[in-house]
């Protein structure tokens, strides 16, 4: 499904981000991106939805060959991925309801196919009652469970999930997850970059450890590792 060879990132300052990784990511599975801070793992997820392009190597998702992509196919590869946040990155001036449905309505869905899809992805993740609050009125927790929702309401093949926990408290982190790993049981990829050693170590998935830019460990179900 997702097919990296060889992939490179060197900034134009010349430091480098990624160094030379291959894998493959198939359909359906969960997989942690973890390691220390600037090891390379947001390089690794930004190249995956082509908000950085390798220096060298290439990456293909599906259709998309992303060394040939132009510009223009750039919102259709985005079409088939959902994108997770730490910091969320709702529109303060939206409805909770709104917020999920522009994610529907910038694709051009009618207003019939809008509704329905946007109340259901709420209930999945919990805030069926809170459809008119804005998102001030929410606390951190659910925040996070709308910006889930509004990855997901266009049902996506691949949920990309940076650091989804990572202003979270510990139980709001549990139940964060329980949604991401109902949403990998209905059949969606998920590739979660994440500094919880609890969540990894608890919930045991392929593990991909990123350090100075080298891909160190490729590890199904893999743990976080020992304590330092």
Avoid at 90 to 100: A, D, G, K, Q, S
Wanted: hydrophobic share 35%; net charge negative; aromatic share 6%.
């Amino acid at each position: 499904m997702i097919s990296i060879k060889n992939v490179s990132k060197k900034y134009d300052n010349g430091v480098p981000g990624i160094k030379d990784i291959s894998l493959d990511i198939d359909q359906g599975e969960f997989v942690y991106v973890i390691g220390p801070s600037g090891a390379g793992k947001s390089t690794f997820i930004k190249m995956l939805y082509h908000q950085l392009t390798p220096t060298t190597g290439n990456i293909v998702f599906n259709d998309f060959d992303y060394s040939t992509m132009r510009p223009s196919q750039v919102p259709f590869l985005r079409r088939e991925m959902g994108i997770v946040f730490q910091d969320f990155k709702l529109l303060p001036r939206m409805t909770i309801f709104e917020n999920v449905a522009y994610a529907m309505q910038v694709i051009e869905k009618t207003d019939a196919e809008i509704k329905p899809r946007v109340l259901d992805v709420l209930r999945q993740v919990g805030l069926e009652t809170k459809v008119r609050r804005f998102p001030s009125e929410l606390s951190g927790g659910e925040q996070q469970r709308v910006a889930i929702a509004r990855a997901i309401v266009n049902s996506p093949k691949v949920l990309i999930a940076d650091e989804p926990t990572g202003n979270l408290d510990p139980e709001t982190s549990e139940e964060i997850m329980d949604i991401i790993e109902k949403i990998n049981n209905q059949g969606t990829t998920i590739i979660m970059a994440t500094h919880n050693r609890d969540v990894v170590n608890g919930r045991s998935h392929r593990v991909l450890e990123i350090a100075g830019g080298n891909l160190v460990r490729d590890e199904k179900q893999g743990a976080y590792g020992i304590e330092d």
